[in-house]
């Protein structure tokens, strides 16, 4: 039986997608799909991840949903599959209703083998209704770290996946990311209600890419440091900027030494956006100068450099954005050019809003009126409050057990001993540890753009995956002034879970200079002297 799916997997993989061999890191996921289970797969960009959802399907003969975030990168996502023969649509706003209605007619005959849309279309229930109708085989979610980066406010449906997944009946779900240290695993896991799913976090490492950071006091300085590294820098490349005015002031810059460039950010439109990527894919644009909005899905192989001009919200999103370069497997560059003052653009940028327990008890004592499913637009008139005020104590408080937030968005009030002003503390206190474990990710970056030890040990250390320095590819181990300690060394080993006096459980992630790195669930990142906590006795080894 084993030997027989396994032919047909590679068969699957010569004849439709024209690979030469499947390799093992993408097929022991296939096979756990293939055996029903829920599967995680967090694998570098470049490394092949979306034939894990697209030969699992072909196998599974039945209708694929793959919830994915752009609508360009459903487009590219459809285009890919059809090239290979197989049926394919994307389900987002730019159809018509004519079209939606084609669309499901397709589905409803069996005629489309996968579908594509954004998490926002799940919210219709009629679109999951006819979905369901379907009886998919496979529900995926490709760029699943956007559930941590942006459910919790930028596009809180992505934290109504988990109920969705159950209205569908819950067929096997996988979940797809290039990037996810622990926290963001567990709640990838938890918010798409996950059954005992198998994990595969596989080979962070991308040794072909050189990593530096080179520091500024004087923000002008760094700037034209830069455009002058990017202008005499051979091949293509990505620059990424925080702000839409700098994407255009550097791309202007860049342009003016003659070398071929374009901002791309969200404020531009869609067809301006399509055009700009175009444009870069086909190497008549050398170098893109972008915020996040680029990036997610490229498969540009032969980009030779990314540079930060802001530093990223975390390391997390540091890592999925230098994975960009060196895809073909050459050699690359990937530099943060670090300003200190930067992080503060950063922290106002990147940190969960505030929510506070007077915000928090209107909103559910008007839920607990109500005696039915309330409409968050309702909230929001009655309340006259803002939609991420809303959305943010609407989850808060589904976190803490007070209201039920149903597939079709409306929210319950659920039965429970808690008063109104025990619920809304308990929200405003989930949401206050969300900003905390979000100042920590930051925080874990800043120390990245300051160690003086291995950097490839620092990022890898982080995701979990222990490595000892020095790298050899990296500036501070070329300068000379890396110094690694042996792992085994210190008093716990990596990756080990610990116990403090006052924050409970936490996992070892690091050590630098006299200093210990611990993530706990709650209070996020945190960096110890290692003399205070032999001193004052202040972690001890879980048994």
């Not at 192989?301 to 540091?318: K, Q």
């Not at 991420?388 to 009030?413: C, D, F, K, W, Y």
Request: charged letters at 25%.
């Amino acid at each position: 039986m084993k030997k027989d799916w396994r032919t047909r997997l590679q068969k699957a993989a010569r004849e439709t997608l024209g690979f030469d061999d499947v390799h093992p890191e993408q097929e022991r996921p296939i096979e756990a799909v293939l055996r029903g289970r829920d599967t995680l797969v967090v694998m570098p960009t470049g490394s092949g991840k979306s034939a894990i959802y697209q030969l699992a399907g072909m196998l599974l003969h039945g209708l694929t949903i793959i919830v994915s975030p752009l609508i360009a990168l459903q487009r590219d996502q459809v285009v890919a599959l059809e090239d290979a023969g197989l049926s394919a649509a994307h389900l987002n706003s730019t159809l018509s209703n004519g079209e939606h209605g084609d669309l499901f007619a397709r589905l409803d005959a069996g005629m489309v083998s996968f579908v594509f849309l954004a998490p926002e279309q799940l919210a219709n229930e009629k679109t999951v209704n006819r979905l369901k109708r379907a009886n998919p085989a496979l529900f995926v979610v490709d760029e699943a770290h956007c559930i941590t980066d942006w459910g919790h406010d930028f596009r809180p449906d992505y934290l109504q996946l988990g109920p969705v997944i159950e209205q569908l009946a819950h067929p096997p779900v996988l979940a797809l990311t290039a990037t996810a240290a622990g926290p963001v695993r567990d709640e990838i896991i938890a918010r798409l209600g996950m059954r005992d799913p198998a994990v595969f976090v596989q080979g962070f490492d991308r040794p072909n890419i050189s990593l530096g950071v080179e520091t500024f006091r004087d923000p002008d300085d760094k700037r034209a440091t830069m455009i002058e590294r990017a202008g005499n820098h051979a091949g293509s490349g990505i620059i990424y900027a925080a702000t839409r005015q700098a994407t255009e002031e550097i791309a202007a810059a860049l342009s003016e030494t003659g070398r071929s460039a374009a901002a791309y950010h969200a404020g531009l439109k869609t067809s301006e956006r399509d055009d700009i990527q175009s444009r870069f894919m086909a190497n008549e644009l050398k170098i893109m100068v972008a915020t996040i909005a680029f990036g997610m899905g490229i498969d540009k192989p032969d980009i030779r450099f990314v540079f930060h001009h802001d530093i990223s919200e975390s390391l997390d999103a540091y890592y999925q954005e230098i994975g960009r370069a060196g895809r073909d497997g050459e050699p690359a560059d990937a530099v943060l050019f670090y300003h200190p003052d930067n992080l503060d653009l950063r922290r106002f940028q990147s940190g969960a809003g505030e929510l506070k327990a007077e915000d928090v008890r209107p909103v559910l004592a008007t839920i607990q009126r109500a005696n039915e499913a309330v409409d968050p637009a309702d909230l929001r008139e009655a309340l006259n409050a803002r939609d991420s005020q809303i959305n943010r104590a609407l989850h808060r408080l589904e976190e803490v057990g007070a209201v039920t937030i149903e597939p079709s968005g409306e929210v319950v009030a659920t039965e429970t001993e808690q008063s109104i002003e025990e619920a809304a503390t308990a929200a405003a206190e989930a949401q206050n540890n969300l900003r905390q474990y979000a100042t920590t990710r930051l925080e874990m970056m800043r120390q990245y753009a300051e160690t003086a030890d291995c950097r490839r040990e620092f990022l890898l250390n982080y995701f979990g995956e222990p490595y000892e320095g020095p790298c050899g590819s990296c500036d501070t181990c070329l300068a000379g002034t890396a110094e690694t300690t042996a792992l085994g060394a210190e008093p716990f080993a990596l990756q080990s879970v610990v116990i403090h006096t006052t924050w409970g459980e936490g996992t070892v992630m690091h050590y630098e200079d006299g200093k210990i790195v611990i993530l706990f669930p709650d209070a996020g990142y945190r960096t110890l002297d290692l003399d205070l906590v032999r001193e004052g006795h202040l972690l001890r080894p879980k048994h």
